[in-house]
């Protein structure tokens, strides 16, 4: 007797979804998710692509009318859906920008936008820096464009100012240009001394050179929401800083030389020092030179 066959046949997605591209088929999965149409079992974001089609071909061929279901998923994929070209200013490969969208994506989404929806959660996902690694950052925040639950030319109109408040926003290169993008000690000492000063976005510790001069920058873009005296001062600091730390570094600072002088010439150097202006140190070493100068012509 013949084995018999018990594997699962599986139907394709239905003939108006085949032609979804990468982004269609990540909003279908949280759209399908939303209706709590997925397992919790597999909401692992590691799940291959594959997989996921089969379990989005499953629950909706698995509905009671699959064919006004699919009308129903497109009508809601038009609802949601902003063109690609208003998406093109979210550079993919810009990281200090993606930082920054993270951050300020819902600052703020005015509550009267939000639209009251029984089987979808109206409120935004609220991504965390903390938790979204560089390679994630562009498909996180399409993802969570796509499916915010506001009427769809309010989402572009709020994604428009969105993109004139980053240019608006974001440090002019003339105020960071000191800051290298290839210099990786700089780059680890700023992200530092940001640390240190409680002035760090909380994003994943960076990887390469690459995204520590992205998380310094929009670390710096985001001191743009407080008062703009406070960022041209603190800026200014943290430039003086690198500068002196330079300095020491490259051995050229003055190191400290003891010299044993009586108690009376010690009172004389200080009462040169309190009635010039100068410090102590100072008149020695300008001593030191005019008389080694001297000596040096009286050869």
Not at 28 to 45: F, K, N, Q, S, V
Request: aromatic content about 8%; glycine content about 2%; cysteine-free.
């Amino acid at each position: 007797m013949a084995a018999r066959n018990t594997a699962t046949i599986r139907l394709p997605l239905p003939d108006p979804l085949k032609k979804f591209k990468l982004r269609e088929l990540r909003w279908l999965w949280h759209y399908l998710d939303g209706r709590r149409m997925i397992d919790e079992a597999d909401r692992d974001a590691s799940l291959d692509l594959s997989v996921r089609v089969n379990k989005m071909s499953d629950a909706i061929n698995s509905d009671k009318n699959p064919d006004e279901f699919v009308k129903e998923i497109l009508s809601r994929l038009n609802d949601d859906l902003i063109p690609e070209e208003q998406l093109q200013w979210i550079d993919k490969e810009n990281q200090r920008v993606l930082i920054w969208i993270l951050n300020n994506l819902h600052r703020p989404i005015p509550e009267e936008l939000l639209i009251s929806d029984p089987l979808h959660n109206s409120r935004p996902r609220r991504l965390s820096l903390a938790d979204i690694f560089a390679e994630n950052r562009h498909e996180e925040i399409i993802i969570e464009i796509d499916t915010w639950k506001i009427p769809l030319e309010e989402k572009m109109n709020y994604l428009l100012e969105k993109k004139n408040e980053w240019t608006h926003r974001k440090t002019p290169d003339k105020q960071i240009k000191w800051i290298s993008a290839e210099d990786d000690v700089q780059l680890v000492w700023a992200l530092e001394y940001l640390e240190k000063n409680r002035k760090v976005l909380r994003v994943p510790k960076p990887a390469n050179t690459k995204e520590y001069h992205a998380a310094v920058l929009a670390s710096l873009d985001d001191l743009s929401y407080g008062h703009p005296s406070d960022k041209k001062l603190f800026m200014e600091q943290m430039k003086r800083t690198w500068s002196q730390k330079k300095f020491r570094d490259s051995g050229k600072a003055k190191k400290p030389y003891y010299l044993p002088l009586t108690i009376k010439t010690r009172e004389k150097l200080e009462w040169l020092a309190e009635n010039s202006g100068q410090k102590p140190a100072d008149i020695l070493e300008k001593l030191i030179q005019e008389n080694y100068s001297k000596a040096k012509q009286g050869k």
